[in-house]
């Protein structure tokens, strides 16, 4: 069993930056590969950043690469999503995710553990 527990996000300006945090519990972190999404009003969860078991491996979606980095510690079970130059756009409930695989994955389906999200608000 693994528990995910979401941190940093809140009310930023366009241009802004935020950095997320996602602290796991459970003997398995180290070898799951982690990713995470997000949810605007209205839509459906989305894909925003994965990350392979050891950190060497890291995709994300067209709409945040560039701006956003995917990154992990093993030695703390935590891995973080660091935003830069944020946009309304990004304004959700962003999700970490924990996957039973070693090697990342862009789809809902592959990840078993979810945490409760956090609410990222960029203001223009």
């Known amino acids: 069993q693994v528990q995910l527990v979401e941190s940093g996000g809140g009310l930023v300006q366009t241009g802004g930056s935020l950095r997320l945090s996602c602290a796991a519990s459970?003997?398995?972190?180290?070898?799951?590969?982690m990713g995470w999404f997000r949810q605007a009003p209205g839509k459906e969860r989305a894909f925003v950043a994965t990350?392979?078991?050891?950190?060497?491996?890291?995709y994300y979606a067209d709409s945040v690469k560039g701006r956003f980095t995917i990154s992990r510690d093993n030695t703390k079970n935590t891995v973080f999503l660091q935003m830069n130059s944020l946009k309304p756009e990004d304004t959700a409930v962003y999700y970490c995710?924990?996957?039973?695989?070693?090697?990342?994955?862009?789809?809902?389906?592959?990840?078993?553990?979810w945490g409760q999200g956090t609410q990222v608000t960029v203001s223009s």
């Open positions: 995710a924990a996957s039973s695989m070693v090697y990342s994955s862009s789809s809902l389906n592959e990840y078993n553990y």
């Open positions: 459970g003997r398995t972190f180290s070898t799951s590969a």
């Open positions: 990350i392979n078991w050891s950190g060497a491996s890291t």
